[in-house]
């Protein structure tokens, strides 16, 4: 079945020790995320006039976290004892956490309700569970994709990009819109690590990275994943992509600004651009086809 969401990043996690409490009596729920004040002000709302409505016996209390050290903040408030129960986590630090003891395992609860994990996108709990051990539930699904600055293009003369674009369409679109005298990179945000190589082998036949995604235990690295690596690495040296040193806190705000021609990003960035640019005229392309006609890893 082929996928439509790019990743899913987002998971809610309990802490490893849930204190018993009598059915009568009213808990309070700390839950912590990344996300914004204007969010977490909404989702403090959301629980007092919807949740805790339904739910008498509970009351959440939202706690704003750190965007930027938000990994280590959690670890620090759990091992101090902090007010902590419920928290936003990638899936990606959601094995080692479990085994250093920090966060519960679901998989009791998870067999209960098969209906409710039913509702779930498939494949989505696959991040989550690690030897039938389920470490937390999916609570978000990122898109990530290529915005594009419509004038930038137009005055290069060269050509938008389209649903059913390829990889070499996209080097062709970046080759285009770099000025290596100006220090301008034709294409901002892409990472060349291996997980960004793999997007481009696997979609043009070569194989997975990784044999599973929580418990790997083989990697395989072939020749269209060679290909990828060496590919990428002279568009960077011909300044297509920048390095992956490259320092990218600004990305978002440039893209913003009209001094970016692509910038590959998450979809979050789509409200951002209709609220506070509009006079922006950009547009945004998916991820590209490769020679199979798969989009990334994530469609096999």
């Known amino acids: 079945m082929k996928k439509t969401l790019a990743l899913i990043l987002t998971v809610l996690m309990m802490v490893a020790l849930v204190p018993a409490y ?131 293009i137009a005055e290069k003369g060269l050509k938008e990009p389209t649903v059913d674009w390829t990889w070499d369409d996209f080097f062709t679109l970046a080759e285009g819109l770099k000025d290596t005298e100006n220090g301008v990179y034709g294409c901002y945000g892409f990472t060349p690590d291996v997980f960004g190589l793999n997007q481009i082998s696997a979609s043009n036949g070569g194989a997975i990275f990784t044999d599973d995604l929580t418990d790997t235990m083989k990697i395989t690295v072939d020749d269209k994943l060679v290909e990828a690596a060496t590919m990428i690495s002279g568009y960077i040296a011909d300044g297509t992509i920048p390095p992956r040193t490259y320092e990218g806190t600004d990305l978002q705000s440039n893209f913003e600004a009209g001094t970016i021609g692509l910038l590959y990003y998450g979809q979050w960035e789509v409200n951002t651009l209709i609220k506070n640019c509009p006079d922006l005229n950009w547009g945004y392309a998916p991820v590209p086809n490769g020679t199979n006609g798969r989009a990334n890893t994530y469609d096999f």
């Not at 250093?100 to 679901?106: A, P, T």
Request: glycine share 10%; aromatic share 16%.
């Open 22 to 152: 009598a059915e009568d009596e009213v808990i309070t729920l700390y839950v912590t995320d990344w996300e914004s004040d204007t969010m977490n002000a909404d989702i403090q709302k959301a629980c007092d006039e919807i949740f805790s409505v339904e739910h008498p016996n509970i009351k959440v209390v939202v706690l704003s976290g750190s965007y930027s050290d938000y990994g280590q903040q959690i670890i620090s408030m759990i091992q101090a004892g902090d007010d902590l129960d419920v928290f936003q986590q990638g899936y990606g630090d959601t094995v080692s956490n479990y085994q250093k003891g920090l966060i519960y395992d679901w998989s009791e609860y998870v067999a209960k309700d098969q209906e409710f994990m039913a509702g779930f996108y498939p494949g989505s709990m696959d991040g989550f569970t690690w030897r039938d051990v389920v470490t937390g539930l999916p609570g978000l699904g990122n898109v990530y994709g290529f915005f594009y600055n419509k004038d930038i």
